[in-house]
C-alpha cells in the first residue's frame, strides 16, 4: 500500500489526513501525489483531510486556495454541461462553430481579392 494509495478516498479519515502529511514531509511533489492532495482538499467530506491536505500542499510550496477555487471552478463548470456525451457534443458543436467562421473568413477574402483584380 503506497502513501499516494492511502491518501485516497477509499482509506480511513485518519489514514488519509496522516498519509497526506507524509507525502510533504517526504518532499514528494511529484504530479500524481499532488492531484491526489489537491483532491483530497476539494472533495475529501473530512475536515481533519483537508486541513492535512492544505498544510502539504503549502509544505510543497504550492498555492492550496487558488487550487481549490480552480478546482472547484472546473468541477462546477463540468457538472454543467452533464454526461460526457453533453460534452463532446459542446465540443464538436465549439469546432464546427470555428470551421465555419474560418470558412466565412476565406469566402470574404476571396471577393476582396476579386474586387481587387
Known sequence: LTLRTSSGI?????????????LAILRVDREDV????????????????????THALLMLGLKPKKDASLIAAIKDAVKKL?????????????????????????????????NIC
Request: with cysteine; net charge neutral.
Open 34 to 53: 499532488v492531484n491526489v492532495l489537491r483532491d483530497r482538499l476539494t472533495a475529501d467530506a473530512d475536515v481533519e483531510v483537508k486541513k492535512a491536505s
Open 82 to 114: 452533464g454526461s460526457k456525451e453533453a460534452i463532446l457534443s459542446s465540443i464538436i458543436n465549439a469546432d464546427s462553430r470555428s470551421s465555419a467562421m474560418l470558412d466565412q473568413t476565406e469566402t470574404l477574402r476571396s471577393r476582396e481579392l476579386k
Open 10 to 22: 477509499n482509506a480511513e479519515y485518519g489514514v488519509r489526513a496522516a498519509a497526506c502529511t507524509v
